[in-house]
């Protein structure tokens, strides 16, 4: 049981990870082109180039992403309905109770990146 926890605990954590490619990916670069800072983007991608890979790759970034929130969201739900041990219930209890926020945290992060990487291009058009 405890392991299904852990695994739970590390699809959520995955989740997390995952949104955070795509702010790296769209909407941290459109924010600061869009504030005026593109010298800094300059600079910024020139210390880290891979994040460039990021931006080309950007629906691989948020296939992954969905597929990752989609796999914490499951777990989730299956841990959910799961009894806690007698002997960890108040640990089982804990993780239990911040999933919940990490994973909407998550998807969170994933909507704004979405709307940087899609919905805000058609719009400056």
């Given at each position: 049981m405890l392991q299904k926890l852990?695994?739970?605990?590390?699809?959520?954590w995955l989740g997390l990870f995952s949104s955070l490619g795509t702010l790296l990916c769209c909407a941290i670069p459109s924010t600061l082109v869009i504030l005026g800072f593109g010298a800094t983007l300059a600079s910024f991608l020139g210390n880290f180039p891979q994040l460039i890979w990021l931006s080309e790759n950007?629906?691989?970034?948020?296939?992954?992403?969905?597929?990752?929130?989609?796999?914490?969201?499951?777990?989730?739900?299956?841990?959910?309905?799961?009894?806690c041990p007698i002997d960890r219930k108040?640990?089982?209890?804990?993780?239990?109770?911040?999933?919940?926020?990490?994973?909407?945290?998550?998807?969170?992060?994933?909507?704004i990146g979405i709307f940087y990487a899609y919905v805000l291009p058609k719009l400056m058009n």
């Open positions: 852990k695994g739970s605990k590390f699809a959520s950007k629906g691989i970034v948020f296939g992954t992403s969905l597929f990752m929130l989609s796999v914490s969201y499951i777990a989730q739900k299956y841990s959910q309905s799961q009894v108040e640990d089982c209890e804990k993780t239990k109770d911040w999933s919940k926020p990490l994973f909407k945290i998550s998807l969170f992060i994933n909507l």
